[in-house]
Structures are given as C-alpha cells and as structure tokens.
C-alpha cells in the first residue's frame, strides 16, 4: 500500500531516492533507516517536491518500508 | 503452554495484517520493481528501484537504480544512481561501463556498438561508513536510447574502473528475473 505523506509547491523533480526499512512482527527493526532525509540524500535531492511511502505486510511477519522522495 | 503461544502466533498472522489487500502489487511483478510519477507535459517519470550486482571478489557489491522521463519516445538521458559495498571507500571513479552479456543482433555495421554503454557526468553523492563495509554512492547520466537497447538484452554487468584498477559486477540471479519484468513494463512503449 503506498500513501502520500506530504508535497510541495515545486514541480515533480528530475531526481528520485528511496530508502527502506525491514522488520519482523511489526516490533523488530534491525536498523534500518526509511526517513526522508535519507531518501534525499539518497536521491542527491536538495529540493524536495514529493514524498511517498510503501508499505508491506506478509502474513504480520514481515514489514517493509519504503520512503520514496522526488525533487531537484 | 504451547497451546498458549499456538493461539498467540494464529492471532498475530490473523490480524488485520493477512487481510490487506496491495492494490496492484503482485510479488515481483512490475509496480515492486518501478514506480511512476506523472509530470504533466513532460510524460511519465519512471523509477527503476534498486538492482543488486554482486562483485568478482568478495564482500564486494552494489545496487543500481534508474530515473528517466518518457512521452512518446525514449530520448535524452537517464539519470543513473550507483551505491557501492566495498571494504573501502571508493573516493574516485575514471569512468563505468555497463555491458551486455549478449552482442547485440540489430546494431548494423558502423553503428555504435551497442552492447556497451558508457556513463557520463559521474559525480559522487557521498561516501558513508558502515560496521562491514563503507557505502559510496555516486550518480551518472546515460543515454535514454542506448540504454533500452542494452535492457533488451536482459542481461548486463558492470565494470568501474577507478586508479588505474577494474572492478566487475555481475547481476544476482534474481536481478536477471527482474531485469527482463522491468524491460516488458517500462522500455517496451514504442
């Protein structure tokens, strides 16, 4: 499922970064990083337009995040 | 007691969690592998996400990802984001070439060889040190064009060539699956 968290008045950028997180039962998290920023830095963006996130869900096993950011 | 945590576990897969439905995210299949954003009058902007290559020697890696534009036709550049997985920082890099595993049937004679291509604009984003391994990405541009015609063929590796030495990359087996889903979604419109 991908829901929007946030956009801004700049147009959809050129430039896409993504970055995500994995966990197990919905309580561990081995250190992954989905922030925005990350995503960002990632994507050599400085000016952010858009930002998404994914979520997944196997059998409330397995969790995923994905941060997806684009701008300039 | 183990009656106890049997019933735990069939709540915890019960719940809410099994039930959703990904709306049209099939395991593997295209909406896994890219994303699209519209952008008006430019087309559609399509996002290859990450494809991991592992390298020649080990403990050595990266993933690839790829940003372009398409209306009614694949032309001028993609942008290309590399992170590498190496025991050291990789500060500088002289060029990278992608190229096909397969020679490339359709190029007729004094045509650019299109099973290579060559990155340009190669610029570093920033290099991260890790408990393994110290990330160092970096961002290129490649032709649009050349580009498809190198996914068609499914299969490609990587070479950096970095101080005067070759690192080689290779596709995981699962990145060749997904490099062929990803040519039938996003490089097959014209």
Known sequence: ????????????????????????????????????????????ITRISTVDIKQTNTLNILTGYETIVTGE | ????????????????????????????????????????????????KPLKFHGSLQNNSLEIDVTFRFKDSYKGNATINISFELPYAL???DSI??????????????????????????????????????TSRYTAKADLALLKRLWSTNSFYIRVFHSQKELNFNPTSKTIDKIGIIYQGVFNFD
């Open chain 2, 97 to 134: 070439v992608i190229s096909s595993f397969i020679l490339d049937k359709s190029a007729k004679l004094g045509e650019y060889n299109s099973s290579e291509l060559q990155l340009t604009e190669i610029r570093r984003l920033f290099l991260e040190s890790g408990d393994k391994s110290v």
């Open chain 2, 1 to 48: 007691m183990h009656r106890n945590l049997l019933g735990l576990l069939i709540i915890l897969i019960l719940d809410t969690g099994c039930l959703r439905v990904v709306p049209g995210a099939k395991k593997s299949g295209i909406n896994t592998l890219t994303t699209v954003f519209f952008t008006g009058t430019e087309g559609n902007q399509y996002f290859i």
């Open chain 2, 91 to 93: 500060k500088n890099i």
């Open chain 1, 1 to 44: 499922m991908t829901l929007p968290v946030t956009a801004t008045s700049n147009p959809v950028g050129s430039k896409v970064g993504r970055a995500s997180a994995n966990g197990y039962f919905s309580l561990i998290f081995l250190g992954g990083d989905a922030s925005i920023q990350k995503a960002a830095r990632n994507g050599g």
